[in-house]
């Protein structure tokens, strides 16, 4: 009985019109009333705890919008990037949803849920790098920082945009709707490193406003969008560990895919708590 109240409490977000719940979201926290987004803003740090002493500005009047402060850069020394050669920094504030090996082309969502890489990625060509390789899922929460950053320094390659659903990515859901991840609209970015192929993927959710990197600003498409970049010369984009990468307009989730041979810290679990810049792990550089 248990089990069907929880199943019936996530069966809303099916029969949501969950774009234009969105859309309408994205809409409001672009309102520029004074005492509308101040209020905004109030009730966010009230009902979740944002941090405002964290932020470099830490007066809400400066935010012109609610998005603005939902983005809002921090004070960077808060958040020093893990410096050793082989370190994986934590790309978001957040916590872990799920961490480990991916078994062979298995990842693990929830107790009793797991998905394919080629769903994750939209292509079988695509997940082979990742086949028996190591993964971890990072929420992040309505408080936290919304600003993702590099976990590894590596060279810009393909992004690919693979349009879906857009259900609520908390635990709860995670735990009740299969396959969630490869579900939802999501941006997956692919990238060259020292270690190895990596992806980062961006994954939206309901009344995530949009999604945007830091090389083509807000991500829109209505279909599968595949773009690749070149690997050298003037145009290559390549970022450092704990450079910006993009950032989610409300609350999502971030995916990292390494290959086999990182090793993630013993210490982490689900439900860890992490910091943008943190150490989770290391990679094999031979």
């Not at 009730?43 to 935010?63: H, T």
């Not at 991500?219 to 290559?236: E, F, L, M, N, W």
């Not at 390549?238 to 993630?264: C, D, N, Q, Y």
């Not at 013993?266 to 550089?285: D, H, P």
Request: proline content about 5%; charged content about 15%; hydrophobic content about 45%.
């Amino acid at each position: 009985m248990t089990m069907i109240r929880k199943q019936l409490s996530v069966l809303p977000q099916y029969l949501a019109p969950q774009r234009l719940l969105t859309d309408f979201a994205g809409w409001l926290s672009e309102r520029r009333s004074t005492w509308f987004k101040n209020w905004q803003i109030n009730y966010l740090i009230k009902k979740y705890g944002a941090n405002l002493q964290e932020a470099q500005l830490e007066n809400i009047a400066d935010y012109p919008t609610f998005n603005s402060f939902f983005t809002r850069h921090l004070k960077p020394e808060l958040r020093p990037i893990a410096s050793a050669p082989t370190a994986i920094a934590s790309p978001a504030d957040g916590a872990i949803s799920q961490i480990g090996a991916i078994r062979e082309t298995q990842l693990l969502q929830a107790k009793g849920f797991d998905y394919s890489l080629a769903d994750l990625l939209a292509s079988e060509d695509l997940a082979k790098p990742f086949i028996n390789g190591e993964f971890a899922t990072i929420y992040l929460s309505p408080k936290d920082y919304h600003r993702v950053h590099m976990p590894f320094t590596g060279t810009l390659t393909e992004t690919i945009f693979i349009p879906g659903k857009l259900f609520s990515v908390n635990q709860k859901t995670a735990n009740h709707v299969p396959r969630l991840f490869a579900r939802n609209e999501r941006l997956v970015c692919l990238f060259d490193t020292a270690a190895g192929p990596m992806a980062v993927i961006l994954v939206g959710a309901m009344l995530v406003g949009s999604i945007c990197t830091v090389w083509n600003g807000v991500v829109r498409a209505s279909k599968i969008t595949h773009q690749t970049y070149p690997t050298s010369g003037s145009d290559c984009i390549t970022l450092e560990r704990g450079a910006e990468l993009g950032h989610f307009k409300m609350g999502s989730t971030v995916i990292i895919l390494l290959p086999k041979g990182a090793a993630w810290l013993n210490t982490l679990a689900a439900n860890s708590v992490v910091r943008m810049g943190e150490l989770l792990g290391n990679l094999s550089l031979s």
